[in-house]
């Protein structure tokens, strides 16, 4: 193990390389029942690489004062903490000297400090030198596959694995939306809520073509095509898309606005903007063959009765 | 007299669920331009049938259905909507207007779909509008008139593109006296006045008087056919 790191550290691709640390405690105000967090050790010196966009600077300098620590403001009503207020991590006095924002988890809480307090606060996490994980900058000269293959292939024992920064993130996505309960929870939530929404925008379409059914047969009498009538249903559907398509798109907006005021991570990119928006554009064009299809059916001759 | 249109032999059986209906048993008939016919017949007779078929909304199980050259029972679908769209009107017991739009509106449907321009089409929609006594309420929509004024509506827009052949289904059975008589003095004036072949089915005998000949059915058959000398 300690090979390996002195490998890493010696290894010509890289350029630095930092400790990280992932332990837990026990979080108590005086008074209150604990609540289990997630203790979070950070470099702290200028330029470090973990959580470099979370915790600003100024707060990662002031966290070299040992027993301070910062937590995400989406956490401060569930920790019942104000920033400059103390606490206790598993029996140990802790002052709260900043809020973040952006780390808030999917369900525990993290507690965001310095390495030399992290391990004061959990006394099983590897002191002088180790980590739960190391941090690395590749040097510019070499492409980071280069630097990684060779890492796997010489210097790191079999116990270590190396990911770059993207692929690590997106395995750890993948754990927690796939593999934890509450990330499967959610997809099955999506799944439910997109269910719901392709039956809403089906129904809604179906509706309109079937309570038109009668006039839709007037048409017919008066001799339009059923071609001409087509295009009128094509038309509906896609007056039916297009309002679907604003009111989900207002909705998600409103949905993020409160995200952002209650410091919920999100992540609406085009492309799930996109996604959805296919997804509405196919159920409409089935909703739309199946009213077709339906109207195929009626006939003008039921005026006459 | 021309003839308008000229049914040979035409029947129509329905079977649902194992129930055999003879809707029309092998009836032959011809109706004329310029007349006022009157259908009449017992309940479940099958005089709507019989205008589905005439009108080609319906093709018969045999027989033939032909007006001037073309045969309606040889036609596809296709030629049957031009046939209707250029040579028929309709109206029904229940109106059928459109409800999202003004009278005018409504009686300028066919004329848009028979590619008249929108001007043009406007001023002839108003006339027929004011042909049935409807000019002061052109703009209404049908939830704001009476039944008596929905179906004169129902009325111009058969009208308006002065069809060959006018049908009509029951179209006094859900009015009162005074505009059911209105409607049947409008629609013999159709056929006297533009020429067209009127073929109205109904039970009210109010009606008779007006009718310059009068078709009695029975059973899917064709039992009286009864002209009154034009007066
Ligand atoms: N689409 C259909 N399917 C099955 N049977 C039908 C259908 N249309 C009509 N029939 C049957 O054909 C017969 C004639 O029906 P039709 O509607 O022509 O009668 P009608 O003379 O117009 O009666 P009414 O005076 O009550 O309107 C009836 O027995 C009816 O049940
Ligand atoms: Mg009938």
Redesign the pocket.
């Known amino acids: 193990m300690a090979d390996a790191v002195s490998n890493l550290y010696s290894d010509k691709g890289i350029a630095n390389v930092e400790a990280f640390l992932l332990g837990s405690g026990d979080w108590r105000r005086t008074g209150s029942g604990g609540v289990s967090v997630t203790i979070v050790g950070i470099d702290v010196n200028a330029g470090a690489l973990a959580l470099a966009r979370v915790v600003p600077s100024t707060l990662r300098n002031a966290l070299k004062e040992p027993d301070t620590v910062v937590v995400d403001e989406g956490d401060s009503d569930k920790l019942d903490i104000k920033s400059g207020e103390t606490a206790e991590i598993s029996g140990r006095k802790v002052r709260v000297i900043g809020l973040i924002r952006g780390l808030r988890g999917l369900g525990g809480v993290n507690i965001v400090t310095s390495l030399d307090t992290a391990i004061a606060l959990d006394r099983t996490l590897p002191s002088s030198g180790g980590a739960t994980y190391y941090l690395s900058r590749a040097a510019p000269a070499e492409a980071e596959t280069t630097i990684l293959e060779r890492l796997n292939k010489y210097s790191i024992s079999p116990s270590i694995e190396t990911w770059k920064a993207d692929d690590l993130a997106a395995i750890s996505t993948n754990y927690m939306l796939m593999e934890s309960g509450a990330g499967i929870a959610f997809v099955f939530a999506t799944l439910i809520a997109l269910f719901i929404g392709a039956l809403i925008t089906s129904q809604t379409l179906l509706s309109a073509v079937a309570g038109n059914v009668p006039q839709y047969a007037t048409l017919r009498a008066l001799g339009v095509s059923f071609g001409d009538i087509r295009v009128i249903v094509i038309e509906q559907a896609a007056w039916v898309g297009i309002f679907g398509f604003i009111l989900s798109f207002s909705v998600s907006l409103i949905i993020s606005t409160f995200a952002e005021i209650f410091s919920i991570p999100y992540d609406l990119r085009l492309t799930t903007i996109l996604g959805a928006s296919v997804a509405l554009l196919l159920v409409a064009i089935f909703a739309c063959v199946i009213a077709i299809q339906r109207l195929r059916e009626t006939?003008p001759?039921?005026l006459?009765? | 007299m021309t003839l308008a249109i000229c049914a040979q032999d035409i029947s129509?059986n329905?079977?649902?669920q194992n129930?055999h209906?003879?809707?029309?048993d092998t009836i032959s008939l011809e109706i004329s331009a310029g007349e006022f016919t009157l259908l009449t017949?017992?309940?479940?007779?099958?005089?709507?049938?019989?205008?589905?078929v005439l009108s080609g909304m319906?093709k018969p199980d045999r027989g033939t259905v032909q007006s001037g050259d073309f045969v309606l029972t040889a036609a596809s679908d296709q030629e049957r909507d031009a046939f209707r769209l250029h040579k028929c009107g309709f109206i029904f017991q229940g109106f059928n207007l459109f409800p999202g739009l003004t009278a005018v509106e409504q009686v300028q449907i066919p004329l848009d779909y028979l590619k008249i321009p929108e001007e043009r089409a406007r001023q002839r929609a108003e006339r027929a509008l004011d042909s049935v006594g409807l000019s002061h309420r052109k703009h209404l929509r049908p939830a704001e008139m009476s039944g008596g004024e929905k179906q004169r509506v129902a009325i111009a827009r058969a009208l308006v593109k002065k069809p060959a052949i006018l049908f009509a289904?029951?179209p006094t059975s859900a009015l009162d006296r005074e505009n059911g008589e209105r409607v049947v003095a409008i629609l013999r004036a159709i056929a006297h006045r533009i020429g067209s072949a009127v073929l109205c089915?109904s039970?009210d005998l109010r009606l008779f008087s007006q009718a310059d000949r009068i078709l009695e059915?029975e059973d899917?058959k064709l039992r009286r056919d009864l002209r009154r000398p034009r007066t």
Not at chain 2, 41 to 52: F, N, V
């Open positions: 006939d001759a039921t006459l009765r | 129509k329905y079977n649902i129930v209906t003879r809707a029309l017949g017992p309940s479940g007779c099958g005089k709507s049938t019989l205008l589905a319906t289904d029951e089915v039970h059915m899917g």
